[in-house]
């Protein structure tokens, strides 16, 4: 007979008497349970009782009391006793719900019907003391027949209680007597059934299992301690051993895939993470230069079979510039010209090596590699640049195999370029003024307010520069000389300043240039270069001769403990005296008007 025959019978019968004993517990749970309900019953019936009579007991001291001081808070609480009284009257003549039984609900009907006849004598000495009637209302509620009713409303609350708690043992011990059989027969159920398993589990481990199991602990060990090299040996039993054993050696041979599997899915896991701090680092960038070093640390760790390059337009008319480079030779072009890669002509990844049937990119960012993939940076429609891998260890397949994880790290480099990028325009229009390119007011409050909040130390010179008669330009040659005229003097600042210093549109015709670490000589060389270079200007717009601009330049530092916090101010104050003097003049702080 087969070990699964013997092992059904055996559960059959388990089964049929695990039934039993569990029918027979919870029988016994539901005498226990029976049990409860008649506490809980006999603690609501008794309770019902006892308020009845404490309440119907409060209610005659409130209404003497109230007789006897004539004080009307006493009829109050009379009334709300009463009030809670016949709510429990009501409750008593549906106890039914409280699981009470006809004689039960016989006893608390005259129960009430005693409590009613005392209610009854009470409110007719109340009333015949509110009449003026004292004696008459004392004598009823310290008279025989208040007496008598109340001596026997204590006896039917009595007989009531002791009639529940005599029904309440009776159903108690019922209850206990079927919960102790119940139990003693699930207890005997159940010690059968272990017999039963006990002696069926003897037989099958001693005859059928023990031996040849004892044969297969080594190699169960070695496997369970994942050493799928052992060889498990062919059974050619028919039974479950034969079975187990054949089961064993697929599970050496599942082990062996799964290890390739799990090694396979460790690494794709490590790629995974590495690809997303690669991203983590790309969204903390601030520069472009800062995303190609990015790209260029982590790639190698992500794919070390691949180099690369990294190449970004800024420009949508402009050649593509390397950015970075790894794993590659020092040979890699400088710039890429868009139409040499067919990647950027079609918009897509294009996959290039040797001796396939595809076009090849003509360039090629590793001269020793057999393949390589183009990936197109763009985003919002517009191309940014482009990544650029090559096989660097002769596996053709292996740039395939990467083929998702590549487009995935250029849609993210693509979104950093192009957050980067947006970032700078839109921090370009933020600060810049966009007829003259210059930076704006809003710019130099903030320069000033920096140069401030670093303190003494800081020498600063600032230039107030103001375009003499700029309104007889708008007015004879119209807004648009106008402009002309502040792009040219924005362009002379410029053109003179350099990296001495930074200029600023200040408002209207009005410019500003803030000079750090050089000397008031050299600071006044450098405004009456800008005032002289702009007096030799020879202007016109739309064919007609603009006539000759000057500028008047307020000069003022913070050298000899002067305020940078006033420093503007001071600048300011120069370039009126410098208009008050004639214009076409530059003054310092503290010139005085001549």
């Not at 054993?245 to 896991?269: H, M, Q, V, W």
């Amino acid at each position: 007979m087969k070990i699964s025959t013997i092992t059904n019978l055996a559960y059959g019968v388990t089964v049929a008497l695990t039934v039993l004993s569990g029918f027979a517990f919870i029988m016994s749970g539901q005498m226990a349970a029976n049990e409860r309900r008649a506490v809980e019953v006999h603690m609501a019936l008794n309770d019902l009782g006892a308020r009845l009579e404490v309440d119907a007991e409060l209610r005659t001291d409130e209404a003497r009391l109230f007789v006897m001081r004539g004080d009307p808070a006493h009829l109050a609480v009379f009334d709300k006793v009463n009030e809670e009284e016949h709510r429990l009257e009501e409750l008593a003549r549906h106890a039914e719900t409280l699981g009470g039984t006809d004689d039960e609900l016989a006893l608390l009907k005259e129960t009430t019907a005693t409590i009613d006849r005392l209610e009854a004598i009470e409110r007719q000495a109340i009333e015949a003391y509110q009449a003026g009637e004292v004696a008459a209302a004392r004598a009823a509620l310290f008279g025989d027949e208040h007496y008598r009713q109340h001596v026997r409303l204590v006896d039917e609350v009595e007989r009531f209680r002791k009639m529940v708690d005599i029904r309440t043992g009776l159903e108690l011990q019922r209850a206990q007597i079927w919960s102790d059989w119940l139990g003693f027969i699930a207890r005997i159920l159940l010690g059968v059934t272990a017999i039963v398993f006990l002696a069926v589990l003897y037989f099958v481990l001693r005859r059928r299992v023990s031996v040849p199991l004892t044969r297969m602990t080594g190699i169960v060990k070695r496997l369970a301690t994942q050493d799928f090299a052992v060889e498990v040996p062919h059974d050619g039993r028919r039974d479950e051993i034969g079975e187990l054993t054949s089961a064993i050696r697929i599970f050496r041979e599942n082990g062996l895939e799964r290890e390739r599997l799990d090694a396979e899915r460790r690494r794709d896991l490590k790629m995974k993470d590495l690809i997303l701090q690669m991203m983590h680092r790309m969204q903390a960038c601030q520069k472009v230069a800062e995303v190609a070093d990015v790209v260029g640390r982590f790639s190698p760790q992500i794919f070390p079979e691949l180099g690369g390059a990294l190449f970004v337009r800024s420009d949508p008319r402009a050649m593509l510039r390397c950015m970075g480079t790894w794993q590659l030779p020092d040979d890699v072009a400088a710039s890429l010209d868009p139409e040499d890669c067919w990647g950027l002509r079609r918009g897509q990844p294009h996959h290039s090596h040797t001796g396939g049937d595809d076009v090849d990119c003509t360039h090629q960012v590793s001269s020793g590699s057999e393949s390589a993939l183009c990936i197109p940076l763009s985003a919002h429609g517009d191309t940014l640049g482009l990544l650029s891998v090559a096989d660097i260890s002769g596996d053709v397949a292996s740039i395939a195999d990467y083929k998702t994880y590549l487009g995935m790290i250029g849609e993210n480099v693509s979104l950093a370029i192009a957050n980067l990028q947006l970032r700078d325009r839109l921090t370009s229009l933020a600060v810049r003024d966009p007829l003259t390119g210059l930076l704006n007011r809003r710019s130099l409050d903030q320069a000033l307010a920096r140069h401030a909040r670093q303190g003494a130390g800081v020498e600063l010179t600032c230039f107030v520069i103001d375009i003499d008669h700029f309104k007889r330009f708008n007015d004879e040659f119209g807004h648009d000389a106008g402009d002309t005229v502040l792009q040219t003097v924005s362009g002379v600042l410029t053109d003179i300043v350099g990296d001495r210093g930074t200029c600023y549109r200040f408002g209207g015709e009005e410019f500003a240039v803030l000079l750090a670490d050089v000397t008031a000589e050299e600071a006044y060389q450098i405004a009456e270069h800008i005032r002289t270079r702009t007096a030799t200007l020879s202007l016109s717009h739309t064919g007609r001769i603009l006539g000759t601009v000057t500028v008047s330049i307020g000069i003022a530092d913070s050298r000899d403990g002067r305020s940078l916090r006033t420093v503007r101010t001071r600048a300011d104050d120069a370039l009126f005296v410098a208009k008050a003097s004639g214009r076409n003049r530059t003054r310092r702080d503290g010139d005085a008007e001549t």
